[in-house]
């Protein structure tokens, strides 16, 4: 009996999951939900059940100020749903708390990635390959050229910069949630002791992380430090203060942008960056074809990217794929 996967339905906002009345990461309020992680794209307040893992509901909280039927999962547990539906998170190396989720119904597993990177990161649990028969993949960098270089020598970038002009400062735009985190945890494990500066919109989304046991080092605020006590220092925040006029109080700084983004040289052009730094939390081209051969699945369907090239690979590899309309499943910044 050929398998249709029927139970499994993608609409514009979100997937929804038939016999189990519920949701994968709507776009709108549901009764229930099911959220891989906190990124805006896929969470939201207002749901009657949200089921996350329990640093994913943490953000939530922060993120958006609420946190009714807030049901914990952890990674490695089974849930079972109504419809006789078993829901299993696993990790996805995304950002803290990030996860995949694997359905299983009748037979059939369908696993859903939301987000996911392959690379290893020191502020999330790194991905687990999963098989299963239908697999729902990203697409934010799915062309060929989108090849992700090593991030040690991005963070060198900085350091070195920092090092040929100590009476200036190097300003990082990274995304609030993840991207920021990650290049912190970085500059750390590359042997940057000094303190590291925040603009206030950081502050709490670095607090939480470190409660969820993540080192980040000495952590100080932009608000609480005079200008010339910056100079020679690093300091992070959102990517659209690099050019505010917050960053007028910077000591003469250096832009710098995290994203995978930078690989194309007219988005740093256009921020006005002087170090594109390509550094994602996103699958490059080869991670998510190989994530493809790794996982094996009878089919592949592709969302929240540049489907059509992952569709033509898998045409190619004589793998049966499917594109999904999928609305808002962007994030400029990544």
Not at 84 to 97: F, I, K, N, S
Not at 223 to 231: L, N, S, V
Request: charged residues 25%; hydrophobic residues 40%.
């Amino acid at each position: 009996m050929t398998a249709d996967f029927s139970w499994i339905q993608p609409h514009p906002h979100g997937i929804y999951i038939a016999p189990a009345d519920c949701w994968i990461d709507p776009s709108r309020a549901v009764e229930t939900a099911l959220v891989t992680h906190g990124h805006a794209d896929h969470a939201r307040g207002g749901h009657g059940t949200t089921i996350a893992t329990p640093e994913t509901l943490a953000i939530m909280k922060l993120r958006y100020a609420t946190d009714d039927g807030a049901t914990p999962a952890l990674y490695g547990e089974t849930i079972t749903l109504p419809g006789q539906v078993r829901a299993t998170y696993t990790p996805a190396g995304h950002v803290l708390g990030s996860a995949q989720i694997l359905l299983e119904h009748a037979g059939e597993r369908v696993v859903i990635t939301g987000d996911y990177k392959r690379r290893s990161d020191p502020t999330c649990a790194e991905f687990a390959v999963t098989p299963c028969d239908v697999f729902i993949t990203e697409a934010t960098f799915g062309l060929p050229l989108f090849i992700h270089p090593p991030i040690a020598g991005e963070i060198a970038t900085i350091t070195d910069a920092l090092a040929a002009h100590p009476e200036r400062s190097v300003l990082v735009g990274a995304y609030a949630l993840g991207k920021a985190q990650r290049v912190i945890a970085e500059l750390r494990a590359a042997g940057h002791t000094d303190p590291i500066y925040l603009h206030g919109a950081m502050e709490k989304m670095c607090a939480l992380y470190q409660e969820h046991g993540v080192d980040l080092g000495d952590l100080r605020l932009v608000a609480d430090t005079e200008k010339d006590a910056m100079r020679g220092q690093i300091i992070i925040c959102p990517p659209s203060a690099l050019n505010d006029r917050w960053a007028r109080r910077m000591p003469d700084p250096i832009t710098a942008m995290a994203s995978g983004w930078m690989r194309v040289r007219q988005r740093a052009r256009q921020r006005n960056v002087e170090l594109p730094l390509i550094v994602s939390d996103h699958a490059d081209w080869t991670e998510l074809t190989q994530t493809i051969e790794d996982v094996n699945p009878q089919e592949t369907w592709i969302t929240h990217g540049r489907e059509d090239a992952l569709l033509r690979w898998c045409e190619l590899h004589q793998r049966k794929g499917r594109a999904l309309a999928m609305i808002g499943r962007e994030d400029e910044d990544e």
